[in-house]
């Protein structure tokens, strides 16, 4: 047994004494959800809970749970790392297949940290390319996978604007020239954007819907900003990229990790999924879906959910006097990654609203997340509590997680697709009577 093996063992076994700790200490709270959420005071954690499921992939026939009323497939499997994916004009979809490799530990947690994140296949060696998939007879799987394009930078978010296709690598944008019904991008991509890698990595990408400005979500590189703010210069915001031009400017900030984007369309209004600070508590502060304002700034570090202020953080009181409360909370540390606009009866039963793909926490005694769900809107603003579409990706004892849902998006034929890291694979999502 290696050295490895056996501390990551160890540290299994510290992190559930102090996960139990952490539960003897305290009640366990009603899940801060909606758009007045209960959020418990803040209880620093001089070592933080450390909780992760040990990843262990579906069996044979086995997939994630839909709700009453819903079906699943798998559309593809045996994918590496499977994150995002972006859906062509064309019918294509496209999948991006990259994870961060784990980084050089500094301290004990560091290390501690390292080896929870490669027990949850969490890290590891990134396969760094996009993966196209097409199901030509209709049958609701994929019969057709070919790399898209391959040799890129953990590449997250895409967006094809007339016959350019970009890719977010975690360092910057990348344009690529793009003919219609392409299978394949040999050529070389012109950098049009920068980013500092590191830290939360991904970087989501959305285009306007006149074509004019790419908008892309770059996380903070700590918690905190630990490392000070100048380390975290031009991150934690969604930044605008002016195509035409070629200039940029950081369009909203204060967001911590801004992950999904998505138009809701009666207002045209960007929304944004945004995961928040941890060592607070197992509910302290949530995860939130917030409308996105041009100029706007949303605390981070110095405050969370309006003026509530963090006091691990030097203070900036002019900020915190600004800062916008988000409007809908999605709990705490649920990690919530995936986010795409759903019409009405896109799905059986549930009117419009917004789809969520909760990858699942690692902060908390109990988890969350490890699901997908939806909140429902009306009049352009979420209306009503949220309810699941897709369970089942966690163990029932929460020691073995058998995938964890990230990106969302509508396929080619209406149905909903999820994209699973741990488990390989795209899920397909449907009403039962239409399979």
């Known amino acids: 047994m290696s050295l490895s093996t056996i501390f990551g063992r160890l540290v299994a076994l510290i992190g559930d004494a102090t996960v139990l700790l952490r539960r003897r200490e305290g009640v366990a709270h009603q899940p801060a959800f909606g758009s007045s959420p209960t959020i418990p005071a803040a209880k620093p954690q001089g070592i933080p809970t450390l909780k992760l499921p040990t990843a262990r992939g579906w069996s044979e026939g086995q997939t994630p749970v839909g709700t009453p009323g819903l079906r699943v497939n798998a559309f593809a499997t045996g994918l590496r790392h499977p994150r995002w994916i972006h859906v062509l004009a064309n019918g294509d979809v496209l999948v991006a297949e990259a994870r961060p490799e784990a980084e050089r530990a500094s301290s004990l947690f560091d290390y501690a940290m390292s080896s929870t994140l490669q027990r949850a296949a969490a890290v590891g060696i990134s396969a760094n390319r996009i993966t196209r998939l097409c199901d030509p007879d209709g049958d609701g799987v994929a019969e057709t996978r070919q790399v898209f394009l ?251 997680c058998y995938g964890r849902p990230v990106g969302v998006a509508i396929g080619p034929d209406g149905s909903l697709l999820v994209a699973d890291d741990v488990g390989d694979a795209i899920w397909r999502v449907t009403g039962e009577r239409r399979g």
């Open 150 to 400: 391959d040799g890129l930078n953990q590449p997250f978010g895409m967006a094809l604007v007339g016959n350019t296709f970009y890719v977010g690598n975690t360092d910057g944008v990348v344009a690529f020239p793009y003919a219609a019904g392409t299978s394949r991008i040999d050529g070389p991509g012109q950098r049009i954007a920068e980013f500092k890698p590191g830290g939360h990595w991904t970087r989501s990408l959305l285009a306007s819907p006149d074509g004019r400005k790419l908008y892309a979500g770059v996380g903070s590189l700590s918690n905190i900003g630990d490392n000070g703010m100048a380390a975290e210069e031009g991150r934690a915001a969604i930044w605008e990229l002016d195509l035409a031009s070629g200039t940029s400017r950081i369009f909203a900030s204060g967001l911590r990790n801004p992950v999904g984007l998505a138009w809701e369309p009666g207002t045209g209004t960007l929304w944004t999924a945004v995961n928040e600070r941890d060592g607070l508590g197992d509910e302290t502060p949530p995860d939130y879906l917030t409308s996105v304002r041009d100029g706007g700034f949303y605390g981070w570090p110095y405050c969370y959910w309006g003026q509530t202020v963090d006091d691990r953080v030097p203070q900036d009181p002019a900020a915190v006097a600004r800062a916008i409360t988000p409007d809908y909370a999605l709990g705490g540390h649920t990690a919530s990654l995936g986010l795409c606009w759903l019409p009405a009866e896109t799905l059986p039963g549930f009117p419009e609203g917004m789809a969520v793909g909760q990858h699942g926490s690692w902060n908390r005694s109990r988890l969350s997340g490890y699901k997908v769900i939806f909140v429902p809107f009306a009049d352009g603003r979420p209306a009503g509590p949220p309810r699941d579409i897709l369970t089942g990706f966690l163990a029932p004892d929460e020691r073995h």
